[in-house]
């Protein structure tokens, strides 16, 4: 199994540039989760999906954050436009539906300067 | 709500000492239960887990056991090695999500 898989793995950008996250999840994993990891604040649930479709974007920080998801084989995680505070590793889950037991991928490091 | 707590880090070991890192969780319901492993650089992978009161989870020379009595999962492992250095996660899974403690980290000292 290739596992879920990330890209980029590392990204730098400058203040108010659009960044663009991908994910592809594991075959047949029908839930989705995309986390942002930080010192301050640990791992934070952004947004999941369940099918393809959005459940609960609660943890989504502000309106420059948006999350889509088109088919069961990836989605993206965009910041428009960044900030240097959005610097974190993100990261890309998947499960199967009703299963808590979640993989991760390995994550985009994103410096936004 | 549902939450997590666990000890607070980093815990400092010599090679082939005894580990416990604690973790206690508020749920409604009967959640699941789950150790996570980060190493650094790399995205958290999943050590072991428990469905259901006094089932123990156990991989790798780790093991935890699901007490609903104390409502804990504390984390053990009889003798760790220089490799078992990372962060890590104990969580609750409620449906289909699930819900972090802060994260231990663990130094072993050869």
């Known amino acids: 199994d290739a596992g879920v898989i990330q890209s980029p793995r590392h990204e730098v950008t400058e203040m108010g540039q659009e960044v663009t996250l991908r994910c592809k999840p594991i075959?047949?994993?029908?839930?989705l989760f995309w986390y942002r990891q930080t010192m301050m604040r640990g791992l934070e649930l952004l947004i999941y999906f369940n099918n393809n479709v959005p459940i609960d974007d609660s943890g989504m920080p502000e309106d420059r954050f948006s999350a889509k998801m088109p088919n069961a084989s990836f989605s993206t995680l965009k910041i428009q436009p960044s900030e240097p505070r959005d610097s974190a590793v993100y990261f890309c889950a998947s499960s199967l539906k009703g299963r808590a037991e979640a993989f991760f991928g390995q994550g985009t490091r994103l410096t936004v300067v | 709500g549902n939450s997590v707590t666990q000890m607070e880090g980093p815990v400092t070991l010599s090679e082939e000492a005894f580990l416990t890192i604690n973790c206690t969780y508020t749920?409604?319901?009967?959640?699941?239960l789950f150790w996570y492993v980060q190493y650094p650089g790399e995205g958290l992978q999943l050590l072991l887990k428990a469905t259901k009161a006094d089932d123990k989870g156990s991989n790798k020379g780790f093991e935890a056991t699901y007490r609903k009595e104390t409502t804990s999962f504390h984390l053990e492992k009889g003798s760790v090695q220089v490799s078992d250095s990372a962060v890590y996660f104990c969580?609750?899974?409620?449906?289909?999500?699930?819900?972090f403690g802060a994260g231990t980290i663990l130094r072993v000292k050869s």
């Open positions: 749920a409604t319901g009967y959640p699941s």
């Open positions: 075959s047949g994993h029908n839930s």
């Open positions: 969580a609750l899974g409620y449906g289909n999500k699930l819900v």
